[in-house]
């Protein structure tokens, strides 16, 4: 929790063409890694029938689902070591170091060869690549949260964090995208066979100019000031854990809903809507991708709003109105027309917005800077493994057990009522230092 020391920040303020190649090159790493993501959720399906073979279609992509799931355990293990180096040695080495496991191991799902050529070791393969993939990215949204807000003036932090869940958003449309062009240009055949892998190659190339990027970065004036002092810690993440589980539990169950959200309508929604309401593929697909820009543009304005009027109104309401709006979204999702969808999934999306806006700046202005990235890489990690990567699986296993289309909209309600009991109990943090935790009396310089 934030606590009441005298050091102030010392950002300058003004958004600089030396801060925006920071955010950039920040955030790409955030891109590739939500990137994979839904190419693995919209091309599950084709998974399911290449690499997860069985009887019944449906326990097919359950396992498919399974194997995405999975891949969430291993990432507070690497939260816990790339949380550990990050606080230890810079944000700049482990953000670097971790863009390069995420671009490798996406690339190399696309070279696995089918059940039908190699048999379980194809399933084996992309089970330890997507295992591989949640390492890295336990290290990688913390890290990069931790980078901008701490690069970013005092009274702009929401909306310089907003842009990793901006980034997050592009790099899920671009690979919803990517999968609708591919379907509407390539034959079934043609797609099952190599269409599919082309761009999960692609991230290779992708990770390199990253790479790139990061290796060009100063750390961050706050990490860099802090390590100067006597303030680093010998060991970040026992103390995150002793003396700061309370940000990690709010952090937590914070995750709680947006991830839910996140993985239900923008991973599972292609699947969801194909395969369970009977709609066209590719209408599925771009009914999704119209609701990822819708959630771009809601992020944007909550967020400038939020550094304003301080980050917990929202989250506070953010958590209520998607209780209110899951079942009335779902509702007009069912109606399975093409505008119905896109207005089911926007009204469930305002309220995601209003709780995704100031995650990035309230999550770290929970933390001290000496032990930031641990504490968040344990928060974090533990609430998407708890309730977001299960999110397809437990969406449709709960389908299957309900035998109701109806089942997911009550999971979002059950979400959202976790974080809305996290929301009640967090502390506002709108001026408190990154540093010290004290809040600032100084008024906010424009820019």
């Keep these: 929790m934030p606590s009441h020391n005298t050091t102030l920040d010392t950002v300058a303020p003004g ?10 090159a920040a955030c790409i790493g955030n891109f590739l890694e939500w990137y994979e993501f839904v190419l693995y959720g919209y091309f599950a399906t084709i998974f399911s029938v290449l690499f997860f073979v069985d009887s019944d279609p449906t326990v097919a992509l359950m396992i498919t689902f399974l194997v995405f799931g999975i891949s969430f355990v291993v990432r507070p293990l690497g939260g816990i070591l790339f949380g550990h180096i990050g606080d230890k040695y810079g944000r700049k ?8 496991t995420i671009s490798l191991a996406t690339a190399l799902i696309a070279v696995v060869p089918s059940y039908a050529s190699i048999g379980i070791a194809a399933p084996i393969l992309i089970l330890l690549l997507r295992c591989l993939q949640g390492l890295s990215a336990g290290g990688e949204w913390m890290g990069a949260a ?24 592009l790099g899920m449309f671009t690979a919803a995208l990517t999968s609708l ?41 706050e990490f860099d000031e802090m390590s100067q002092t006597e303030q680093r810690e010998k060991s970040p993440l026992l103390k995150a854990v002793t003396e700061n ?10 995750v709680c809903s947006p991830t839910m959200c996140t993985y239900v309508l923008l991973v599972f929604g292609p699947t969801f809507l194909s395969k369970d309401l009977h709609m066209n593929t590719n209408a599925a697909r771009a009914a999704c991708l119209v609701a990822m820009l819708i959630l771009v543009v809601l992020v944007v304005f909550f967020a400038r709003i939020c550094d304003r009027v301080g980050r917990k109104p929202f989250v506070v309401f953010g958590a209520i109105l998607v209780a209110i709006t899951a079942p009335l979204g779902f509702l007009l999702i069912h109606q399975r027309s093409f505008a119905a969808v896109i207005v089911g999934m926007a009204l469930i999306l305002i309220g995601d917005a209003m709780m995704l806006a100031p995650q990035p700046a309230l999550f770290s202005e929970l933390f001290p800077t000496s032990r930031r990235y641990s504490g968040l890489a344990i928060g974090y990690n ?26 997911p909209a009550m999971y979002l309600v059950a979400g959202a009522t976790i974080s809305l009991v996290a929301a009640v109990l967090v502390p506002e943090t709108l001026g408190v230092s990154l540093r010290s935790g004290r809040i600032e009396t100084a008024t906010p310089i424009a820019d």
């Design 382 to 407: 533990l609430g998407v493994v708890l309730f977001g990567g299960a999110g397809p699986l437990v969406a449709t296993a709960l389908i299957k057990a309900t035998h109701s289309t109806y089942a």
């Design 245 to 254: 589980w309370r940000s990690i539990l709010l952090v937590c169950g914070l």
């Design 15 to 24: 958004m600089t063409q030396q801060r925006r190649r920071a955010i950039i």
């Design 146 to 169: 931790a980078y901008v807000v701490e690069s970013a003036p005092a009274h702009r932090r929401a909306f310089y964090g907003s842009w990793q869940t901006i980034t997050i958003t």
């Design 181 to 221: 062009v591919l379907s509407l240009t390539l034959t079934t055949e043609q797609l099952q066979s190599w269409g599919w892998r082309v761009p999960f190659l692609a991230a290779f190339p992708l990770g390199m100019i990253g790479l790139y990027m990061r290796l060009k970065l100063e750390e961050s004036v």
């Design 93 to 100: 080495v482990t953000l670097s170091s971790i863009i390069v």
